[in-house]
């Protein structure tokens, strides 16, 4: 399955999760802002973490989607706890970045060499998903929506997936 990175070229995702099979029912888990290090610890915001990964599985969710805030200050220690929550997960997690996850081009880079595009989309049991970093200009969201066969947008339910709304005008 292919992926359109942040860059608006094609890629393939390292957490991607397409598959091609017809709509079925399913669970999915959508987890925003987990923001580590805002809470009252860094022990405790991992910890709600872990739960949340461990509860999706318990539900028999087919994938946790997490939209950023990621973390909160962006510190080393705030992804280091980030990712040792993450590590956790037995399930695909396929993540979106929050404007407290990326500063400059530099943690974009970061995040993108780390994480995979910062732009993306994926087609589930028939249903589509886009991923969209909104920190980023609205053209690659755009490039990221003209991925997908209009057949397939007209005909299929869409989840956007992003830690802040497109404002449109019109």
């Not at 022990?43 to 950023?68: P, Q, S, T, Y």
């Amino acid at each position: 399955s292919m992926l359109l990175a942040g860059d608006g070229t094609v890629a393939f995702h390292p957490r991607d999760i397409s598959n091609d099979r017809p709509f079925k029912p399913f669970v999915f888990i959508q987890a925003g802002d987990p923001q580590m290090g805002f809470g009252p610890s860094l022990d405790h915001d991992r910890e709600m973490f872990i739960k949340l990964g461990k509860r999706a599985k318990e539900l028999n969710a087919a994938f946790v989607l997490v939209c950023g805030d990621l973390v909160h200050k962006g510190n080393k220690a705030d992804w280091e706890a980030f990712d040792a929550a993450l590590a956790t997960f037995d399930l695909p997690t396929p993540l979106v970045p929050g404007n407290h996850d990326l500063a400059d081009m530099q943690t974009l880079t970061r995040y993108r060499s780390k994480y995979g595009p910062d732009h993306y989309c994926f087609t589930y049991n028939n249903c589509s998903f886009i991923g969209l970093n909104t920190m980023k200009a609205l053209v690659l969201s755009v490039k990221v929506l003209s991925q997908f066969d209009a057949q397939k947008l007209a005909a299929f339910r869409i989840e956007s997936l992003m830690s802040h709304s497109v404002a449109t005008a019109g």
